[in-house]
């Protein structure tokens, strides 16, 4: 059984930097994909970016590109989200999230393992 767990959320003021983690378990993440979501308040969820396991290929939202960095810590498992440069449009709540398919996209429907979530805030 997969399982997700995120940390590393706050408050923080507009400029500053938080790097997320999620603790990957419950499966070989070899041939898949692990992804960062967020969700504003009333607003859908949406896309961060996105990096294969193994090759580290990565893609990025237009919108962090630049500021936002994601890589993996192949021994422990673990996903993180480097987050420089934050701005009060970054406030959400960062999900990670992976897939049973070999190359899912970037639209939360590809991904069917989710965390529980943690809570960004940028205050300007």
């Known amino acids: 059984q997969v399982q997700l767990v995120e940390s590393g959320g706050g408050l923080v003021q507009a400029g500053d930097s938080l790097r997320l983690s999620c603790i990957a378990s419950g499966r070989t993440f070899d041939s898949y994909y692990m992804a960062w979501f967020r969700q504003a308040p009333g607003k859908e969820r949406e896309f961060v970016a996105r990096?294969?396991?193994?090759?580290?290929?990565?893609v990025y939202a237009d919108s962090v590109k630049g500021r936002f960095t994601i890589s993996r810590d192949y021994p422990k498992n673990t996903l993180y989200l480097q987050m420089d440069s934050l701005k009060p449009d970054d406030t959400g709540v960062y999900y990670c999230a992976t897939s049973d398919s070999l190359r899912p996209g970037t639209v939360p429907e590809d991904y069917g393992y989710w965390g529980q979530g943690t809570q960004v805030a940028v205050s300007s």
């Open positions: 990096i294969r396991w193994i090759g580290s290929t990565t």
